[in-house]
């Protein structure tokens, strides 16, 4: 398993900005495909954005694309969320996901393997 831990998270006016990383340790980050997901109080955890194990692919849910980036730095076992534009409505706790399977689904919670603690993004009007 890949440990995962989250930091970055906090509280933003609408319109902010906030930049979410995710440091990775444990098995050849390389060879792990990342996801962003969120989980707002009493709703299921949704899928966020996702990234492919070169960083050459990217997918994003329709309710953050344009305004979110996923990347990754394989050289430093990293990985961020840019996020621009904040809506109230993207308040929730965010989590980074790994999985080494052949993904099929990006966007599917039980394609992930091992998941961060979470962090706490909160977006005031």
């Known amino acids: 398993q890949v440990n995962l831990v989250e930091s970055g998270g906090g509280l933003v006016q609408a319109g902010g900005s906030l930049r979410l990383s995710c440091a990775a340790s444990g098995r050849t980050f390389r060879s792990y495909v990342m996801a962003w997901f969120r989980q707002a109080p009493v709703k299921d955890r949704e899928f966020v954005a996702a990234i492919s194990r070169d960083g050459g692919s990217t997918g994003y849910a329709d309710s953050v694309k344009g305004r979110f980036t996923i990347s990754r730095d394989n050289a430093k076992n990293m990985v961020y969320l840019q996020m621009n534009t904040l809506k109230p409505e993207d308040t929730a706790v965010y989590y980074c996901?790994?999985?080494?399977?052949?993904?099929?689904?990006?966007?599917?919670?039980?394609?992930?393997?091992?998941w961060g603690q979470g962090t706490q993004v909160t977006v005031s009007s």
């Open positions: 996901a790994a999985t080494d399977r052949v993904a099929v689904g990006w966007n599917k919670v039980p394609e992930y393997e091992d």
